[in-house]
């Protein structure tokens, strides 16, 4: 089955550190990756995506993600962290290869940052 | 500008007493779905919507209905709700790239 799995409910970190959100997935073939972040009281927005090409993708607001194939893993990163990173990361995966709805987006549970001043 | 809106923002609401909450998406975009967030459950998807006329159940059905009639539009009809859909509600459309509405915090009573 697809899956993705987030194994940090809370990540802290002091700001101006790097920080890293860890996320591993289950999904066969070539899937595609998505980060999402959520600001309280806010919807979900997109910070980036892994489809094909290069495997370090960079988005949003200075955030960037490495893709391993062979660990299964989209883990997020940013060099130096802001008070303001504080937020609920998702990680998501799709397949695109499968029909219907099967091609939905899977998510991971969420994992809260804490950027300490 | 790309954009979803859902509303309402807020809603209390007493158990039984029908209610729809809509979403509106500017994109074109066929693929629309809801999901709710609940703590410690992350995201789960309700229904879902290849395209007008098109909708299916997602993982957690049950007690919704849903309508696509329109390609903009995919409003969530709760028909008799409960204290257990007291929950945060997420419009999304788009499937590669998924564009989330800014939510609908229910409570039920």
């Known amino acids: 089955a697809q899956s993705v799995a987030q194994p940090e409910d809370q990540v802290n970190v002091a700001e101006g550190n790097p920080l890293t959100v860890k996320c591993t997935y289950s999904?066969?073939?070539?899937?595609?990756l998505f980060w999402y972040v959520q600001y309280p009281n806010r919807g979900l927005q997109f910070l980036l995506k892994?489809?094909?090409?290069d495997n370090l993708v960079k988005g949003s607001y200075g955030f960037e993600a490495e893709f391993n194939k062979s660990q299964t893993s989209f883990h997020l990163k940013k060099p130096s962290a802001l008070v303001s990173d504080s937020a609920l990361y998702f990680c998501?995966?799709?397949?695109?290869?499968?029909?219907?709805?099967?091609?939905?987006?899977?998510w991971g549970l969420g994992t809260s940052l804490a950027v300490n001043p | 500008e790309a954009q979803v809106t859902q509303n309402p923002r807020y809603l209390i609401t007493v158990t039984g007493k029908k209610l729809t909450v809509t979403c509106s998406q500017n994109?074109?975009?066929?693929?629309m779905s809801w999901y709710r967030q609940d703590p410690g459950l992350g995201l789960r998807q309700i229904y879902y919507?290849?395209?007008?006329?098109?909708?299916d159940k997602g993982d957690v059905p049950e007690g919704y209905k849903v309508s696509r009639k329109e390609k903009r539009n995919f409003p969530l009809i709760l028909e008799s709700p409960s204290p257990n859909q007291t929950s945060l509600y997420f419009c999304?459309?788009?499937?590669?790239?998924?564009?989330f509405g800014q939510g609908t915090r229910l409570t039920v009573v």
């Open positions: 919507s290849m395209n007008v006329e098109v909708t």
């Open positions: 892994y489809i094909t090409g």
């Open positions: 994109m074109n975009h066929e693929y």
């Open positions: 999904v066969s073939g070539n899937p595609y």
């Open positions: 998501a995966v799709r397949d695109p290869f499968r029909a219907g709805n099967n091609r939905k987006l899977i």
């Open positions: 999304a459309s788009g499937n590669t790239e998924a564009f």
